[in-house]
């Protein structure tokens, strides 16, 4: 069960996103970030039936970074305003579908999944996974409950036109213009600090684990 001044420790930091009052809070990131790598711990824990694979796995090795690489951003601010974890079959950081959990205040708190912004090769191979079995994937993802639960797939990054060897007519095409292939359910500030929380994660993983095999089967 995450604590309440995770939460407003992540406020407070959104609103001094300065190195000098980061260091003189510092206390109260590592308590921040103690509780959210223990909760990380429970949802590892908790879905270890789902995925055989987390058995074992550390909280700490799915967790993102706070500090910001600011190089090639406009936005110099050098701490993020979140925490995020990231899990599945592969390890954090390698290329592959998985599960993503962001903690952020104010009522931005979600658990994601998929694949985002494939490189050529892997995007090429789940087109081409799609388009062989588009009748499966529309299953995963035309089923009442993953509709209800995450609507659509993300479709903010999409091609314009068909993409190569596609033509208009294929019944896929809109799933095919996708450069990512995500889902995610938005969880509020007070549903993320009670005591259901892990069950809802377990809940949302269960109904998502579908669609995270059959990315992870085509680029395999």
Not at 129 to 139: A, M, S
Not at 181 to 194: E, H, N, Q, W, Y
Request: contains cysteine; charged residues 30%.
């Amino acid at each position: 069960m995450l604590q309440k001044s995770t939460l407003e420790f992540l406020s407070q930091l959104n609103d001094n996103n300065n190195k000098v009052w980061f260091d003189d809070n510092r206390k109260k990131y590592e308590a921040a970030k103690q509780d959210f790598e223990a909760f990380i711990a429970e949802v590892l824990l908790a879905n270890t039936t789902l995925i055989p694979e987390l058995e074992g796995r550390k909280a700490k090795d799915c967790i993102f970074r706070i500090f910001k690489d600011v190089r090639f951003s406009k936005d110099k601010a050098p701490y993020k305003n979140n925490f995020g974890a990231a899990f599945g079959k592969a390890e954090k950081k390698t290329m592959g579908a998985g599960f993503y959990i962001h903690l952020q205040p104010g009522n931005h708190n979600f658990i994601g999944g998929g694949i985002w912004m494939p490189e050529a090769e892997t995007l090429k191979a789940i087109r081409q996974e799609i388009d062989y079995n588009f009748k499966e994937f529309q299953k995963i993802v035309s089923k009442p409950s993953f509709k209800k639960m995450f609507g659509d797939l993300d479709a903010s990054e999409k091609l314009k036109k068909c993409p190569k060897d596609y033509t208009e007519d294929n019944p896929a095409i809109e799933y095919l213009k996708l450069k990512s292939f995500t889902v995610g359910t938005a969880i509020s500030d007070k549903d993320m600090l009670s005591k259901e929380v892990i069950a809802k994660v377990v809940a949302v993983v269960k109904e998502k684990k579908p669609l995270i095999d059959f990315l992870n089967r085509a680029i395999a």
